[in-house]
């Protein structure tokens, strides 16, 4: 624990080399204050999809876990990054066969705002929307948002604070910690090679609101693990009264 402690606080110290004295001794209080604090978690949690449909998702006891924690304050969309998190999530699901969840906490403004940016980011994880802010309550997390975002060992303490999507050397910490090398995570970042099974499929005639579904196949051809970040339809085509559609896949 002390050598992790003394690596979190060189990698922060040289991260801010440009900020001015009270800063670093500030950052250097916040990670002394927090690393191996237990995070008190809120009885009867509820877990949504796109903030509306409820899930059936349970805190876990795995070895590693992320909490990240979103207050009403400033620009949402800024904060969340809900791209970034969807890219670092999927590849670490992909090196360590998912084990290790990724906890979020949502005190939000505007409920309806974060659930069109869940929708337009097609962020489908399970998140938890804390009207009252009984997270803070109950743990008083640092004002600055770049703290509210913690790596938690199996007893729920501490390990690593910061935001690993605003901070790379925080990433690196991340990653160092759960078992991630550079290498593997780098390996598992490039991309691939993807090739669908057909690239048009025709839906014939659909009326006006009509909703159709169709399923693309994907291959892998290349030597990297693939992963499905997100998709989208790229366009549709009338042709005599019938649609055509095609579908791109982000990897």
């Given at each position: 624990m002390k050598n992790t402690t003394l690596i979190l606080l060189s990698l922060f110290l040289?991260?801010?080399?440009?900020?001015?004295?009270?800063?670093?001794?500030e950052i250097t209080r916040l990670v002394t204050e927090w690393q191996g604090k237990e995070i008190v978690f809120p009885k009867d949690i509820i877990f949504t999809r796109f903030a509306t449909d409820?899930?059936?998702y349970q805190v876990s006891e795995s070895e590693y876990k992320v909490l990240i924690y979103v207050d009403s304050v400033g620009c949402t969309s800024c904060k969340l990054q809900?791209?970034?998190?969807?890219?670092?999530?999927a590849y670490?699901?992909?090196l360590t066969n998912g084990s290790?969840?990724?906890?979020?906490?949502?005190?939000?403004?505007?409920?309806?705002?974060?659930?069109?940016?869940?929708?337009?980011d097609e962020f489908d994880l399970p998140i938890c929307i804390d009207t009252e802010d009984e997270l803070i309550r109950l743990?008083?997390?640092p004002v600055n948002m770049t703290f509210q975002t913690f790596l938690?060992?199996?007893?729920?303490?501490?390990?690593?604070?910061?935001?690993?999507?605003?901070?790379?050397?925080?990433?690196?910490?991340?990653?160092?910690?759960?078992?991630?090398?550079n290498d593997q995570f780098a390996q598992g970042a490039q991309k691939t090679t993807a090739k669908a099974e057909v690239d048009e499929i025709d839906m014939g005639t659909i009326e006006k609101e009509e909703t159709k579904q169709v399923i693309f196949k994907i291959r892998n051809e290349g030597s990297n693990p693939l992963v499905i970040v997100g998709t989208s339809g790229s366009h549709v085509r009338q042709t005599t009264g019938r649609t055509r559609k095609s579908a791109n896949a982000n990897s």
């Amino acid at each position: 624990m002390k050598n992790t402690t003394l690596i979190l606080l060189s990698l922060f110290l040289v991260s801010c080399h440009s900020a001015d004295k009270k800063k670093k001794e500030e950052i250097t209080r916040l990670v002394t204050e927090w690393q191996g604090k237990e995070i008190v978690f809120p009885k009867d949690i509820i877990f949504t999809r796109f903030a509306t449909d409820t899930v059936d998702y349970q805190v876990s006891e795995s070895e590693y876990k992320v909490l990240i924690y979103v207050d009403s304050v400033g620009c949402t969309s800024c904060k969340l990054q809900l791209l970034k998190w969807k890219e670092l999530i999927a590849y670490t699901d992909s090196l360590t066969n998912g084990s290790v969840p990724f906890l979020f906490f949502f005190h939000p403004k505007d409920i309806r705002e974060l659930r069109y940016l869940f929708k337009i980011d097609e962020f489908d994880l399970p998140i938890c929307i804390d009207t009252e802010d009984e997270l803070i309550r109950l743990n008083r997390f640092p004002v600055n948002m770049t703290f509210q975002t913690f790596l938690l060992n199996r007893d729920n303490k501490v390990v690593v604070i910061g935001n690993p999507i605003h901070n790379l050397s925080v990433k690196d910490l991340y990653l160092k910690q759960i078992g991630i090398t550079n290498d593997q995570f780098a390996q598992g970042a490039q991309k691939t090679t993807a090739k669908a099974e057909v690239d048009e499929i025709d839906m014939g005639t659909i009326e006006k609101e009509e909703t159709k579904q169709v399923i693309f196949k994907i291959r892998n051809e290349g030597s990297n693990p693939l992963v499905i970040v997100g998709t989208s339809g790229s366009h549709v085509r009338q042709t005599t009264g019938r649609t055509r559609k095609s579908a791109n896949a982000n990897s």
